[in-house]
């Protein structure tokens, strides 16, 4: 099947549809009927894939999407996606034009911001939703606690506006201590308790993102918003005995383009910062720091090759990397590699190389680029492939 498609490079992501089709379904059984799922799909659907994702998890339980900013949006309208979609982050009022005609739900968190809006929302005739958004203890965008209400009783009487929805983000939900959890919970309920007093209804309430979604039942209110665990990853490994079983949907694949047999003391990629002890198999895989291989990984990350580990040796180049091969004796060019996943009974996890470099699954994922072509599977079989080189959605069912 996969060969039915010939990428710009052996250099690829394997999605795996059926796998996040899992991950909501499970959230879906999980977290009751009462409670919506907002799938999260910005940064390209953490790499992903944004438009593919957003509509598997439309067909799997999830009501709306939620992106990071308007283009991103867009993206998503332009390839016929009709469901709700929240923008999460600023959107400058030069994009306010592009609000009413893709019909998208900004993120308000400012009066400013209300009064322009309602101002564009009379002069078009129309309604805007909005959902205000309440800084309990992120310190990063957001209402603060005093001004929340005041905020909020003032827009809602707006003309043009419609506030479909009020929340919060939560800084440490996948600590296993809930003290600073609870404290923003109780904060963004006494808000929207006092907003109520002042006659503001909110028909949405979210504060949960994914570790929340697992672990914290009290902040689920009635809409969830999931991103990393609809990838299949958990946001900390302590999440992952608490009743969501995920499966990981992205594997992240190259071939080996050489293997050279060398003496001992050869010197390995720039700054020779590896030298062979022993007379060595040596095998270059042509993925690299500009495909979103971090170079920190140099001379730490591994890679399966057959099944076995291989680590890496030298520096990560930018379009290459070196892996020793030595103790896999049948080892040969055009051999499958995965850099992240599974292959056969073994598995290097994005969490474990994220650990080795000192950061979270989250960036490993966002960071593999667009020069790596992502190849969707349905049904177990290759459905479609997006090569952003060429620049072209292609079909091989
Ligand atoms: C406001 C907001 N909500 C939800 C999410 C989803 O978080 P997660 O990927 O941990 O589920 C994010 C992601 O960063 C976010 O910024």
Redesign the pocket.
């Known amino acids: 099947m996969i060969h039915s498609y010939l990428s710009a490079r052996p250099a690829w992501a394997e999605i795996n549809l059926d796998h996040i089709a899992h991950n909501v379904s499970q959230f879906r059984q999980q977290i009751g009927p009462m409670t919506q799922i907002?799938a999260?799909v910005?940064a390209d659907g953490?790499g992903h894939g944004a438009v593919k994702v957003a509509e598997k998890a439309l067909q799997s339980g999830a009501s709306s999407l939620?992106v990071?900013f308007v283009e991103e949006a867009i993206d998503l309208r332009m390839a016929g996606i009709d469901a709700p979609i929240l923008l999460?982050?600023y959107t400058d009022p030069a994009h306010f034009p592009n609000l009413v005609h893709y019909k998208l739900t900004p993120t308000v968190f400012g009066l400013d911001t209300a009064l322009k809006l309602s101002a564009l929302a009379v002069e078009n005739n129309i309604i805007i939703p909005l959902h205000l958004?309440v800084d309990t203890g992120m310190g990063?965008i957001g209402l603060l606690p005093d001004e929340a209400s005041e905020v909020a009783a003032r827009t809602t009487r707006l003309p043009g506006l419609k506030i479909e929805g009020v929340?919060t983000?939560l800084a440490a939900?996948?600590d296993s201590d809930e003290t600073y959890t609870n404290e923003q919970l109780l904060l963004f309920e006494r808000i929207i308790e006092t907003c109520r007093e002042r006659g503001v209804a909110f028909p949405l309430v979210h504060a949960?993102?994914?570790?929340a979604?697992i672990n914290h039942f009290s902040a689920h209110y009635n809409l969830v918003?999931?991103?990393?665990?609809?990838?299949g990853c958990y946001?900390s490994s302590e999440l992952r005995n608490k009743g969501i079983n995920l499966l990981t949907a992205l594997t992240f694949k190259s071939r080996i383009v050489l293997v050279k047999k060398v003496p001992a003391g050869t010197a390995i990629s720039y700054g020779c910062t590896f030298r062979t002890d022993k007379d060595s198999l040596i095998a270059t895989i042509p993925v690299g720091y500009a495909d979103g291989y971090s170079r920190l990984l140099s001379n730490k990350g591994s890679v399966l090759i057959r099944g076995c580990r291989a680590p890496v040796v030298g520096t990560v180049c930018m379009d290459h990397l070196m892996v020793d091969v030595s103790h896999i004796p049948a080892v040969r060019l055009n051999d499958e590699v995965v850099l992240y996943g599974r292959q056969g009974e073994n598995e290097f996890t994005i969490e474990e190389a994220a650990e080795k470099v000192g950061t979270i699954n989250?960036e490993l994922l966002c960071a593999i680029g667009k020069r790596v072509p992502r190849y969707y599977f349905q049904d177990g079989k290759l459905s479609s492939v997006k090569d952003f080189v060429r620049g072209a959605n292609c079909f091989h069912g």
């Open positions: 907002m999260v910005k953490y939620a990071a999460l982050g958004k990063r929340f983000h939900a996948e949960a993102n994914s570790a979604a918003r999931l991103g990393l665990a609809m990838y946001p989250y």
